[in-house]
């Protein structure tokens, strides 16, 4: 590491191997009901009870997921979080729209055509076509639990829902939401502060809407991975790979059950190798509502205000290359998230093309004003959610 900045070069190993021997005792978690494989076990009932008989215990619980998430293994479940009944309910729903998408839908950029069905944006179309079982679903107290113990109030879920049918192939692994989507050479511009901030801004969380034994593929997940330092530059180590291969644990989940990690967590999908289990779940992406800036600023307005000019200010040499980066960087989105990836997927990488990219593509490519402004609004329809 060099001046607070990761490098590949700096990358070793052999930490990462030291914590495959780490160990949570079961002193740290005394709500849990069992440590099973590195994964900590709770059970809803039990933590129910408990928090009615002592309100206190409920901070206590939360104190205790924190430690599990930043200290611990990272990963947690939490036994029949959700009635099974209201499951079953919200999974006819999401096999409507489904049912409702084929066809139209752009797919699933993270699988083979055919390995899956997913509905993106699965909370707002599930809020617009049941609201009453949305809101019995998301009335879940363990959920909202957990949310508030890795990140306070205020947080924000998004949804998207899986369907893996039997032949899905599992994932490679990796880390998730934010630097997880980007690629080792983007995530190595971002200081290493921000490297271990960004697993505080995500919890990663699933619904199981069926039973997964784990001939279905359920999460493979490797325990205490979310502590080293290097994690979002393994996506292309095929060594980084082996030690997960050697070292990662996969639990059966029944219907109901509620998995929680840190997204720094290595994880992947497992390969669905059952006969007949279409394997369901509603994956949850709880956010920090920290991420935002303190004014509204209508960015798509400033950037076809500003292109015109800056278009000028190249061509007469007015600004050198690197003063029109500055420029961009001031002016449009350089983040490509959230946007509506039904509309909006990426093309040639692990997320969409944002507002700055375009921006440098038309200046690079000399476009009218004209073109720019139809090609921002039609990147601005594509993130539209509905």
Known sequence: MSHNYLSHEDIDLEPLKALMSSSAASDNVPFAEAINLEVVIYSA??????????????????????????????????????????????????????????????????????????????QEKLALLAPNLYARYYANDML??????????????????????????????????????????????????????SAHLTLQSAVAHV?????????????????????????????????????????????????????????????????????????????????????????????????PELLQLKQTGALNTQQLQHAVAATAEGYAFPTNLDYDPPIDGLAPKNQQALMRQALDAGWSAEKFSEALDAQAERRLSS
């Open 45 to 122: 009932d039990a933590l129910r009870a408990q928090i009615q008989q002592e309100s206190s215990n409920l901070r206590k619980i939360q104190s205790e997921w924190h430690w599990v998430w930043q200290d611990g293994p990272g990963v947690l479940v939490i036994k029949g979080a959700f009635d099974s009944g209201l499951v079953d309910e919200a999974s006819a729903a999401f096999r409507e729209i489904i049912e409702r998408e084929r066809g139209t839908s752009r797919g699933d950029h993270f699988a083979k055509p055919g390995a899956n069905d997913r509905v993106w944006n699965a």
């Open 144 to 197: 909202a639990w957990a949310c508030e113990a890795w990140m306070g109030p205020a947080y924000q879920i998004t949804s998207q829902v899986n369907s893996v049918n039997p032949g899905g192939e599992a994932q490679v692994p990796h880390r998730d939401y934010h630097l997880g989507f980007m690629t080792p050479e983007q995530a190595i511009q971002y200081p290493e502060s921000v490297h271990r901030m």
């Open 211 to 307: 039973d997964m034994p784990v001939e279905s593929g359920p999460t493979l997940l490797l325990p205490h991975s979310q502590k080293f330092s290097h994690g979002y530059l393994l996506a292309n180590m095929p060594e980084a790979h082996e030690i997960f291969a050697q070292n990662r644990v996969q639990l059966p989940l029944e219907k109901g059950d509620l998995l929680l990690f840190s997204p720094a967590l290595l994880h992947a999908a497992g390969s669905n190798v059952s006969a007949d289990i279409k394997r369901m779940a509603n994956l949850l992406q709880i956010s920090s509502a920290f991420g935002r800036t303190m004014e509204t600023v209508d960015r798509l307005a400033m950037s076809r205000r500003v292109y």
